[in-house]
């Protein structure tokens, strides 16, 4: 089965900032459409970033646009999510995903992802 290493996570205060990992030795990022989602303690889980395979137009909700930053590293088969000005709304556990989807210029998280992390905590508190 095809995992992800996820890392990152933590406690912060309101106004910190966090940085996410997700690293695969199988990812070949130009295939995959990967993305960061959540899911807060009694709240459906729903996505916060992606970027498309081929690397341009990356997609953020807009609880997070201009606080959130996904970048991927092809060398490295990783990819990121600095979060920075995290509020307590921001309390979650955050997946990273993969989904196949070659020479594709934008992407979704309104859509099926093929391979999920394990999820780490992030707690925003004072």
């Known amino acids: 089965q095809l995992q992800f290493v996820e890392s990152g996570g933590g406690l912060v205060h309101p106004g910190g900032s966090l940085r996410l990992s997700c690293a695969a030795s199988?990812?070949?990022?130009?295939?995959?459409?990967v993305a960061w989602f959540r899911q807060a303690p009694g709240k459906e889980r729903e996505g916060v970033a992606c970027?498309?395979?081929?690397?341009?137009?990356?997609d953020y909700a807009d609880s997070v646009k201009g606080r959130f930053t996904i970048s991927r590293d092809s060398i490295l088969h990783t990819f990121h999510l600095q979060m920075d000005s995290l509020k307590p709304e921001d309390t979650a556990v955050y997946y990273c995903?993969?989904?196949?989807?070659?020479?594709?210029?934008?992407?979704?998280?309104?859509?099926?992802?093929?391979?999920w992390g394990q999820g780490t905590p992030v707690t925003v508190s004072s």
């Open positions: 995903a993969a989904n196949w989807n070659p020479r594709s210029p934008i992407c979704t998280t309104l859509t099926h992802y093929d391979y």
């Open positions: 199988w990812l070949t990022l130009s295939l995959y459409d």
């Open positions: 970027i498309p395979s081929d690397g341009e137009g990356s």
